[in-house]
């Protein structure tokens, strides 16, 4: 009874939207087994009374035709009506394609010419992903963590390769051989190898459900502050002579994360203002807040307590996680077996498995005329 569980969770859905003061987006889009672009939407909302952060699937949009940013912004539009429309939007977090950020005829751009003034960021993962790798496309089969943790244990096993390579392969391996035992090869290597398990790492900590905009934004901001320090290793005369090629890489680094994070940069000061209201530089607050800041620093109550962290409401989507780790749970609902399911059966199985809301299934017993017992 797929369609009478996911009946109940459309109806918990209206229930937490009709209630919520604001809500975010996050959008994203891929092709499934049988080739059609699917457009998942996930809303992201604050429950009541602990601040913690529920998202649910509000839609799988089937795009049979084209993805532009037109479609897209339909497809969005249609759905979000159907809750309640875009007052309560907050922001909205995409994949950062050209048909999601495109200001002109991109969804960014339609949302913003239909009278919708929120953030629309591109997702943070997606633009860690592509400083260090180039534009490449995020696909729900490649994990581009597995690479670094290749490179580690080759690196691991730079002087046994060598020798196994000599005691076990028949054809010549001198060549391969000569290159693993050469210092500034395994020097490159190892500085490759390093660089990816420090990105790697910052992948890591940047995914997972329901984080805020502000803890992401402090993982990117403490990589930054990473690369100043690698940076800064390489400053010594012999290190300019030798290793001058890191440093421009580094250098390349800085630049791409300086460029893509500028969105996230320029929110600098609505983070401070949730994190740390008794120390956030109150010009750079908007100006119907600033006489209640100074009224709140200058008070020596609070400012006994100015260490201490503010509340975490700053519930804006700061990456398309959950609609990555969706389109790979979709992968297995819909796959070469199953190519032949319905749109309407995709999207009931997805959102029955995504939820986070408690199903009775009681009361889905009970409104049955004629329940199914099991022999």
């Given amino acids: ?138 696909h729900t089969d490649i994990r581009w963590m597995s690479h670094g943790k290749c490179l580690e244990r080759f690196f691991a096993l730079r002087n046994e390769i060598p020798l196994f390579l000599e005691d076990n392969v028949k054809s010549d391996m001198s060549d391969y051989c000569c290159k693993l035992r050469d210092p500034e090869f395994l020097c490159d290597m190892a500085f490759l190898t390093d660089m990816t398990t420090h990105l790697n790492n910052l992948n890591t900590q940047l995914q997972g459900r329901a984080q805020t905009v502000s803890n992401l934004y402090a993982h990117m901001n403490a990589f930054q502050h990473k690369l100043n320090l690698f940076h800064n290793g390489f400053s010594s005369v012999l290190s300019k002579i030798f290793f001058a090629k890191y440093r421009k890489v580094i250098e390349s680094f800085q630049e791409q994360f300086k460029i893509r994070f500028q969105d996230f940069h320029d929110m600098q000061p609505c983070i401070d203002l949730v994190e740390v209201p008794l120390s956030t530089a109150v010009s750079e607050q908007p100006g119907e807040m600033q006489l209640e800041l100074w009224e709140l620093q200058s008070d020596p109550f609070f400012q006994a307590r100015r260490n201490e962290r503010g509340l975490e409401f700053w519930k804006l989507l700061p990456d398309t996680y959950i609609c990555e780790s969706s389109f790979s749970t979709m992968k297995h609902i819909k796959s070469k077996e199953r190519n032949r399911l319905t749109d309407d059966t995709l999207f009931q199985l997805l959102q029955v498995v995504s939820t986070n809301f408690e199903i009775d299934i009681e009361s889905i017993v009970h409104q049955q005329d004629r329940p199914q017992v099991s022999h």
């Fill in 1 to 138: 009874r797929i369609s009478e569980i996911q009946c109940q969770i459309q109806e918990k859905l209206k229930n937490t939207i009709d209630n919520c003061k604001y809500f975010s987006l996050a959008l994203d889009e891929s092709t499934d087994v049988s080739d059609v672009s699917q457009l998942l939407i996930f809303f992201e909302v604050p429950l009541k009374g602990n601040f913690d952060i529920q998202e649910e699937l509000l839609n799988i949009a089937s795009l049979h035709g084209t993805t532009k940013g037109e479609d897209i912004f339909k497809a969005d539009e249609n759905t979000v009506h159907e809750y309640g429309g875009f007052a309560k939007l907050s922001a909205v977090v995409t994949d950062g394609a050209p048909a999601m950020q495109g200001t002109k005829s991109g969804f960014t751009g339609l949302l913003q010419k239909s009278g919708i003034n929120c953030p629309v960021l591109h997702c943070i993962i997606h633009q860690v992903i592509s400083s260090a790798y180039g534009d490449l496309l995020m």
